[in-house]
């Protein structure tokens, strides 16, 4: 998707959620400093107020420029920052609900795995724990929705939210998953996809309940 394109996009999703939406913000629309620094949206519904970038080129804005508007704005009652990109996933975790494209998620992950096509299975369930990890690191004040599996994976590291345990395991998944996306002689097989599910159900307790109660239920 384009940025225009998602632009649009994100401007009729928050239009629907009930926000007024504020498509060319100056600084002057937000009551504190933040250095120079404008969002391409401005997102307003009763005292919430959203911040919204899009990023569609890592090198545009660095981490520690994002991080550091981020802690900024959240030290401000009511205001949010929020970092998206036109290439991640649709998934939505706001209030610990399950969205629709995650219930469709869950649905190709059970299909594929009903019919034994475990390389699919396994790439579903790898988008799936990419989009926790951007949850973990939402709930921690890390915008990483824009970056790399891997840099995701390292910040959170870096940052203490991932244990070198954690880490082992999610880079030995990551090497599989990169087994699946780039040869024809991928080795998943059934045990590796139940290893990897469990994995991440054991990981979502902690981030989110409600991913944790479906995957239990599937699992059962």
């Known amino acids: 998707m384009i940025e225009a394109e998602f632009l649009d996009y994100l401007i009729e999703h928050y239009r629907k959620l009930g926000y007024k939406i504020n ?53 401000h009652q009511g205001w949010k920052f929020i970092l998206v990109s036109p290439n991640q ?26 019919i034994e096509l475990y390389d699919a299975c396994f790439l579903y369930l790898w988008n799936l724990y990419i989009q926790l990890l951007i949850e973990y690191g939402k709930k921690n004040e890390l915008p990483i929705e824009a970056l ?6 390292n910040v959170l590291y870096s940052e203490g939210l991932l244990s070198i345990s954690d880490l082992d395991e999610t880079n030995n998944f990551r090497t599989i998953r990169n087994n699946v996306t780039h040869s024809n002689n991928s080795r ?27 995957m239990n239920e599937i699992g059962s």
């Not at 937000?30 to 009763?46: A, S």
């Not at 420029?65 to 704005?73: A, T």
């Open 148 to 153: 790399s599996d891997q840099n995701i994976i």
């Open 23 to 75: 498509k060319q913000p100056k600084s002057d629309n937000i009551p504190f400093n933040l250095n120079g620094y404008i969002p391409d949206l401005i997102c307003e519904k009763d005292e919430e107020h959203i911040l919204v970038e899009i990023k569609n080129h890592i090198n545009q804005i660095t981490f520690d420029k994002v991080k550091e508007i981020s802690e900024i704005v959240s030290s």
């Open 188 to 214: 998943v097989n059934k045990n590796i996809v139940i290893d990897f599910y469990n994995f991440i159900k054991d990981k979502s307790k902690k981030i989110n309940q409600e991913i944790y109660k479906k």
């Open 89 to 114: 996933g649709s998934f939505n975790f706001s209030h610990n609900n399950i969205s629709e494209e995650l219930e469709i998620s869950f649905k190709k992950i059970n299909k594929s795995f009903e």
